[in-house]
């Protein structure tokens, strides 16, 4: 089965830059396009980036997306950490072309 | 604008049924794929099930036969029809349309607790 590995928790200071990393396992992340969700207490996720590297309208260009295929890994970058990201950041893609999978998520600290 | 506005979240015991529902504005649920998704206590994103424009659906196994994604084009609104309904079950259930593959918007999610 596909999966997504994420690390449990990453933190910046603000200005920093950060890095979330997204692990594909039994199967290629390049094979479908990987999508990133930002996640605050008590609210729905919202999109941060699609397709890899896309940002949504309204979402600055501080978020930025890569693919490595040779880590088999997306990852996402937040650049000059702002405290209002921090919150919990989910990567998304597919199995097959049926079945949804995300990564357990990262909870971002701006310390 | 797109929204998605969800209901029907509630106590329910193990075994019990429970129906949400997710009223979309701004869009017709059946020109899109609509999705499930689920977070418990504390815990990530859990894909629950898809509705295809054809109508075709899919289902993570751990739902598979207990509960029906559905949409009425009539009222513009998808379902979820939970059946057998055990403790591990437990979560916000989001509706989420899908673009491309990805969710955008998701409705403010619906709270379904499993317990006697």
């Known amino acids: 089965n596909f999966m997504l590995t994420q690390p449990h928790s990453v933190s910046g200071s603000p200005g920093e830059t950060v890095t979330i990393s997204c692990t594909g396992t039994?199967?290629?992340?390049?094979?479908?396009?990987v999508h990133w969700y930002q996640q605050r207490p008590g609210s729905a996720p919202t999109t941060v980036l699609y397709?890899?590297?896309?940002?949504p309208s309204g979402v600055p260009d501080r978020f930025s997306g890569s693919i490595d295929i040779s880590s088999n890994s997306a990852s996402l970058t937040i650049s000059g950490l702002k405290t209002e990201d921090e919150a919990d950041y989910y990567c998304?893609?597919?199995?097959?072309?049926?079945?949804?999978?995300f990564g357990g998520g990262t909870q971002l600290a701006v310390l | 604008e797109v929204q998605l506005v969800q209901s029907g979240g509630a106590l329910v015991q193990p075994g019990g049924s429970l129906r949400l529902s997710c009223a979309a504005s701004?869009?017709?649920?059946?020109?899109?794929?609509m999705s499930w998704i689920r977070q418990a206590p504390g815990k990530g994103l859990e894909w629950v099930a898809v509705?295809?424009?054809?109508?075709?659906?899919y289902y993570a196994d751990s739902v598979k036969g207990r509960f029906t994604i559905s949409r009425d084009g009539s009222n513009n609104t998808l379902y979820l029809q939970m059946n057998s309904l055990r403790d591990e079950d437990t979560a916000l259930y989001f509706c989420?349309?899908?673009?491309?593959?990805?969710?955008?918007?998701w409705g403010q999610g619906s709270l379904v607790t499993v317990s006697s």
């Open positions: 989420a349309k899908e673009k491309d593959r990805w969710f955008d918007p």
């Open positions: 701004g869009f017709d649920v059946s020109d899109t794929y």
């Open positions: 509705i295809y424009i054809g109508g075709t659906t």
């Open positions: 039994g199967g290629s992340v390049a094979s479908n396009y």
């Open positions: 397709e890899d590297d896309q940002r």
């Open positions: 998304q893609s597919y199995h097959g072309s049926d079945h949804a999978v």
